[in-house]
């Protein structure tokens, strides 16, 4: 595979080892956060964790889309599943997620529901226009990533008119996260700076991490979902740290501009507008962290077309996935984890997606004993 | 007895109902593709004589959607299934039955297509269809074709073979690249559609085990790694045998088009289906010789030795990565489902 096995070099991955324990100093514990799933993902995935000092901790953050999504929302889609007609489509990591009770779309699938896995909007389009007797909703979640794809099916099915496709817009915004970690507090975590989020950051530019750098001098580097994409951001955050220095930073060059992708950012604007509140798991209420449809799509909106109507939603106490998702507590910390929850039964959402943090430390670091995964 | 119309007619009822019409589509469809004189006798059972041994049994179903795909069908997939599950016990494969559950409506031109291709597919492998059964359901209650394959074979003495025999400082190996099974049929799923000239690698391995076991006799374990991968099977072992599998990445043959393939709907090949490979684990000292043979044989060309088994009573696969780190190769939960971002 061309321009991809370049980023996996192990003589490359050798040679970034050595000088960050050059660099890293003895005294000093470093803690970074990687934001997205994406690059928890390959840390674990690429046994990055062996080739770093044990002074340099990585703490996995809440970027994966479908962790962040609290149990009301699974609710909520497993009731709009149900309801007469209805086919619901989504991604599909998130037909696996435990809702209250640990119903999920699966099991509403089992009952009898048409739920789509889709790798795409386009695909829940076409669901819809084959169908006109069925109302096809698309359940959409992600960051900002995901949020154009939906953006343009939006204007898709305004242009050509159709009836029966709605969007349930569940997109939620990368910077109103971090900023939600760094003021968590006494609750919260220490982080030294962030491993900025690779593809999230194509379509909002590296802009949009200045108020970390410059309000809460934080040093953030945007870097690749490559196993040496995370080590040169770390090296980058190593020396940042060392010079007493916070900017951001960007290692992902290949993809990563200033502006980010401008022609995508017009676009949401114009379909999407800031919710003024959004609960994420984890996080709780975040003000201005998430997206919902513009009043020019209304009648594209499941959340005006479609009463539904769900009881308060019911998390399994014990389930600290919250903590996990802030980076508080490491997955093993968790009692639930590897004993009754486990990715073939998961209790809470970050034992689902691959891109959460226990599902990732469960698949392909348990072996090492004391959670440094 | 009139014809039936194998160019435009389609499945009826009627050809699962036990009358005229079931007849004739046994007739000049199974007896004439399958023809053999233990099934020619059309008893409602086979019967037959085995060469000396113990006898092994297997039975699997297959129900695969899209039913054609590059380098197979579902047909040559039944054959090769049951062949290969009976190979892997290191018998020697004899005799098949086939049980067929046909949706009305199907074509019958494509169910001719099926069965000539089942019919090729035990041909090539050495083993004869002997009896089979047809039921029909209604349109909307099946996927077009389901086949049942069920099969036995002889095991020689001296022959020992079965997954709870790994021993630490045995070598894993296996007989070529990975996921290509998985990745042609996936390309071919109506919502992915994406182009690519993978085939897949559906093929009868008791030629391959045959040689081995006679370069080896003491192979320790056979496996086929098909749904769940390799990443399944090795599990499946190191959990029988009581173990812990290492594996170097580095030495797993994968294609660049299943590597891409994977790449970009986020799968992983060692947990993709493969249909004409296996795995074997034998003592260190046989391997270099195991190696070779497996390499002579044109199912075995790109062989490797891909890792090693050790002491470990946690009994984890885990497979040193080509970054230098460490990391697991777990059991597959679920559906390999894509990663969204």
């Not at chain 2, 023809?35 to 060469?51: G, K, M, Q, S």
Request: charged share 20%.
């Amino acid at each position: 595979m061309k321009y991809i096995e370049e980023f996996r070099d192990p003589d490359l991955a050798q040679g970034l080892a050595r000088a960050i324990r050059a660099e890293a100093r003895a005294d000093h514990a470093y803690r970074f956060m990687e934001f997205c799933g994406g690059h928890t993902h390959a840390i674990a995935r690429y046994g990055v964790t062996d080739l770093l000092p044990a002074n340099v901790r990585m703490i996995h953050g809440p970027g994966c889309p479908v962790c962040v999504l609290p149990v009301g929302k699974v609710d909520e889609a497993v009731a709009l599943a149900g309801l007469d007609g209805m086919t619901l489509c989504t991604y599909a990591d998130l037909l696996r997620v435990p809702g209250s009770g640990y119903d999920s779309l699966f099991k509403a699938r089992a009952r009898g529901a048409d739920v789509r896995m889709v790798y795409s909007t386009q695909d829940a389009l076409q669901i819809a226009r084959d169908n006109p007797a069925r109302q096809v909703v698309f359940f959409a979640i992600g960051f900002e990533t995901t949020t154009p794809p939906t953006a343009v099916a939006l204007t898709q099915a305004r242009a050509e008119g159709l009836k029966n496709f709605t969007v349930h817009c569940n997109h939620v915004l990368t910077p109103a996260a971090m900023r939600a970690i760094l003021d968590g507090g006494q609750d919260g975590v220490e982080i030294d700076g962030f491993v900025g989020p690779a593809h999230v950051s194509a379509v909002i530019g590296t802009k949009a991490y200045a108020p970390f750098s410059d309000d809460y001098g934080k040093p953030v580097v945007i870097a690749g979902f490559e196993p040496l994409d995370v080590m040169q951001a770390v090296l980058m955050l190593i020396r940042q740290v060392n010079a007493g220095k916070a900017v951001v930073e960007n290692e992902y060059t290949r993809a990563v501009s200033f502006d980010g992708n401008l022609k995508a950012q017009a676009l949401t604007d114009t379909v999407f507008r800031l919710r003024d509140s959004f609960a994420w798991r984890g996080l709780g209420d975040i003000p201005d962290s998430a997206l919902s449809i513009h009043d020019d799509f209304a009648d594209f909106d499941a959340e005006r077309r479609f009463a539904i109507d769900t009881p308060t939603p019911r998390e399994n106490k014990a389930c600290a996935c919250g903590d996990v998702l802030r980076g508080v507590k490491t997955p093993e910390d968790c009692k639930l984890f590897g004993s009754t929850c486990t990715p073939d039964n998961p209790m809470g959402a970050c034992m689902v997606s691959s891109e959460g943090a226990c599902a990732a430390h469960w698949t392909y670091g348990r072996f090492r004993e004391g959670g440094r995964g | 007895m009139m014809g039936m119309d194998l160019q435009n007619g389609r499945v009826e009822m009627g050809h699962g109902a036990g009358g005229r019409a079931m007849a004739r589509l046994i007739g000049q469809l199974f007896v004439e593709a399958f023809d053999n004189p233990i099934l020619r006798r059309e008893h409602d059972a086979a019967v037959f004589d085995l060469p000396p041994g113990r006898v092994v049994m297997s039975t699997d179903t297959f129900v695969i959607s899209p039913l054609f795909f590059p380098g197979g069908d579902i047909g040559s997939l039944a054959v090769h299934g049951t062949v290969n599950d009976i190979a892997m016990a290191g018998a020697v494969p004899k005799y098949l039955t086939a049980g067929f559950v046909l949706e009305e409506g199907f074509p019958l031109a494509d169910l001719a297509r099926i069965v000539d291709s089942m019919a090729r597919a035990a041909r090539d492998a050495g083993v004869e269809i002997v009896t089979g059964d047809t039921k029909v359901v209604e349109r909307g209650h099946g996927d077009g074709v389901y086949i049942n394959t069920a099969g036995v074979g002889v095991v020689a003495d001296g022959v020992d073979i079965a997954g709870d025999r790994a021993r630490p400082g045995d070598r894993v190996l296996i007989s070529g690249t990975l996921g290509d099974h998985g990745v042609a049929v996936m390309s071919k799923r109506e919502n992915l559609g994406f182009g690519t000239d993978l085939v897949s690698d559906s093929a009868a391995l008791n030629g391959l085990v045959a040689d081995m076991l006679a370069a080896c006799p003491g192979i320790r374990v056979l496996r086929d790694p098909t749904r769940g991968g390799l990443a399944a099977t090795l599990n499946e072992i190191a959990q029988q045998s009581g173990v812990g599998i290492e594996l170097m990445e580095d030495a797993i043959p994968v294609r660049g088009a299943v590597k891409s393939a994977c790449e970009l709907l986020g799968l992983d090949p060692l947990y993709v289906a493969n249909e004409g490979k296996l795995i074997a684990i034998c003592a260190d000292q046989d391997a270099g010789r195991l190696l070779a043979v497996m390499r002579a044989h044109e199912r075995g060309g790109d062989a490797h030795i891909i890792g090693s088994v050790l002491a470990d009573q946690r009994r984890f696969v885990r497979m040193k990565t080509r970054l230098g780190g460490t990391r697991m190769v777990d059991w597959i939960s679920g559906e390999q489902l894509p990663r969204i971002c």
